[in-house]
């Protein structure tokens, strides 16, 4: 069973800087693609980053290319959102994920975390 505990989130004033851990219970993180998916106040999850087994591939949403960074570490079963210049329509969030294949789509994935509040004041 496999399971993803995300930490790191919190209150930041907007231009400030966070970074999102993603910890995976289980030896097969590295078979996996991980995401990154949020949910602000009142609206649907949306794709915010996704990053392939091997790291090489990463694939942004739009909003946040440039200020986002994804990325992972396999011998410690990690996946991190580095977020820089912070806004407050970042507010929302943010879920950790996996699956066999690294796509925009949050059906493609099959695990997925709790969830951690970023909230970002202006």
């Known amino acids: 069973q496999v399971q993803l505990v995300e930490s790191g989130g919190g209150l930041v004033q907007a231009g400030g800087s966070l970074r999102l851990s993603c910890a995976d219970s289980t030896r097969a993180f590295s078979d996996y693609a991980a995401a990154w998916f949020r949910q602000p106040p009142g609206k649907e999850r949306e794709f915010v980053a996704s990053?392939?087994?091997?790291?090489?591939?990463?694939m942004y949403q739009d909003s946040v290319k440039g200020r986002f960074t994804i990325s992972r570490d396999n011998t410690k079963k990690t996946a991190y959102l580095q977020m820089n210049s912070l806004k407050p329509e970042d507010t929302a969030v943010y879920y950790c994920t996996t699956g066999p294949v690294a796509t925009t789509e949050g059906r493609g994935y099959a695990y997925w975390g709790q969830g951690t509040q970023v909230t970002v004041s202006s």
């Open positions: 990053i392939s087994q091997s790291g090489r591939t990463t």
